[in-house]
């Protein structure tokens, strides 16, 4: 089913709003946007957008509404005015937050009649509306199951789950490990300078290293979820050792050494709270906690 | 070519040293074995070895030596010995240490007429004899080339350049991406736990997320080659306000923000250096040079 028909708004028109819009366009649904600065409207009125003069006007032009502005606060501002009606419309918000402000304003819409999905963009502007523009939903799978269709105009949508709060924490989960790739390689790149090698040359070690052990993390989750951490791989107590020798490495040739410290504290202190002759997720022990620095 | 009559020894049994040795018979090999401990050699001489009455009768048997001992001071120690004649063998060293240490030997090996490979294990005992055990060396191509077959009995064996220091940098930096990966899913695992998601039902997620982030290093890394970072997916002061969202979620929902915490530092760093327009690889100044806790 190609729902090109389903008429949608977009609220807010910020480079990630704009591209939002943009992608419905193309793919043919009568798109109405509405901006505080209506001027971020132009090129896509030229495109064949419309601009509503208000947002109760825009509110109801669409099937679903998406809403993506600078923060949640901006979201409630707007959408909480008393001239805006809320009753009966489907709200779609893209806007960046927590999963507290997430859950908070679905509970907020639900107050006022509207159904709220709450929702994370995985992507740069410049992909949105391609398959490689990851989109996360969370909130009721009803809602969501509705719009899928027309969501799909965006990118490769994900449903997570019926708690609104999902969206964004799959999200900040995502960025802690696209970072972490990202500093690994950067710490081998540094490490491999040393020895003259260029980054290029590097890069796909660091590629199938870090492939190789994405696929342990299903099976090292059954470890965590059935709360038992047999050393089937290795002891966290043999893993402390490789990891002072990476600490020695890196000063020994000059390099930054503070993720290595980062990873051998967290060990040791998993170990010096008796899980030595355990696997190393048992480490979620500590992740799972505040640490005072 | 499968040169299993090739006769090998090895040094050293340990759980390792043991495993390289039963790969090699398992291979066909004629297996000679010393250990300080003659014990060790036991099973393996009920397998089909022989066990060496001395290191200098051990390294006449094979045509090339395999060193898997405590660490290099014990190599020195062992085949330092006066009564030990190295002129003429070739010894591959697979010993765990740093690169000064390898570069070291190998000055020392060549002294004394030996031939030298160094090498890393990237593997568990258990492993070595498939092709999951990676095995690296470096040293002269033409001694890799001439034992290629021979050690191919061992796992997948790399040979990554002629400085005999690059098997322990790719090692510990090959090390370096495994934890990040499994710290940056932990701290995933721990935010999702909150939200009441099973490991299992986030493990898949993470996985994607860092194979997916794999596939950009070698783009990433030409832009390291060229020096230059510009911002074509985002800027880092654009990053660094995603950071402090992750940092702020992990403290609201009470798990560790320790890996966070250390992501902006390391950002921010950069950002004060004056590099907040630029592209996140530009962290590579930041992670090439130590820094003062």
Redesign the interface.
């Known amino acids: 089913m190609n729902n090109s028909d389903t008429p949608v708004t977009v609220i807010g028109l910020g480079l990630m709003g704009q591209a939002l819009a943009r992608a419905f366009l193309k793919a043919g649904h009568p798109t109405t946007v509405w901006n505080r600065t209506t001027s971020k409207a132009d090129q896509l009125v030229a495109d064949g957008a419309r601009s509503a003069p208000t947002i109760a006007d825009a509110l109801k032009a669409g099937s679903l509404t998406i809403v993506c502005v600078t923060d949640y606060q901006a979201m409630h501002e707007l959408l909480g005015a008393s001239e805006v009606e809320l009753d009966g419309t489907m709200l779609i918000n893209l806007t960046?937050g927590?999963?507290?402000q997430a859950r908070e304003a679905a509970h907020w819409a639900e107050q006022r009649g509207a159904r709220y999905l709450d929702g994370a963009i995985m992507a740069?502007p410049s992909t949105v509306g391609t398959a490689e523009a990851v989109i996360l939903h969370s909130g009721p799978r009803s809602d969501f199951e509705a719009h899928k269709s027309t969501l799909g105009a965006l990118g490769t949508t994900t449903y997570l789950?019926a708690?609104p709060?999902?969206a964004?924490?799959?999200d900040?989960?995502?960025?802690?490990?696209?970072?972490?790739?990202?500093?690994?390689?950067?710490?081998?790149?540094?490490?491999?300078?040393?020895?003259?090698?260029?980054?290029?040359a590097?890069?796909?070690?660091?590629?199938q290293?870090?492939?190789g052990?994405?696929?342990?993390?299903?099976g090292?989750?059954?470890q965590?979820?059935r709360g038992s951490f047999p050393p089937e791989?290795?002891a966290l107590e043999t893993?402390a050792r490789?990891?002072a020798?990476?600490i020695?490495?890196?000063?020994?040739?000059?390099?930054?050494?503070?993720?290595?410290?980062?990873?051998k504290?967290?060990a040791d202190r998993s170990i010096a709270a008796g899980h030595g002759g355990q696997q190393?997720?048992v480490?979620?022990e500590?992740?799972?906690?505040?640490?005072d620095?």
Chains 1, 2 share one sequence.
């Open positions: 960046s927590d999963s507290t740069i789950g708690d709060g999902l964004s924490l799959y900040v989960a995502g960025l802690a490990m696209m970072w972490s790739v990202l500093n690994a390689w950067l710490q081998g790149t540094a490490l491999l300078a040393t020895a003259g090698v260029d980054a290029a590097y890069a796909p070690f660091a590629q290293i870090a492939t052990v994405a696929e342990w993390l299903p090292y989750a059954e965590i979820d791989v290795s893993d490789a990891m020798h990476l020695e490495e890196s000063e020994a040739v000059g390099v930054n050494a503070e993720l290595p410290k980062l990873i504290a967290m190393y997720p480490l979620i500590e992740f799972s906690k505040p640490h620095d």
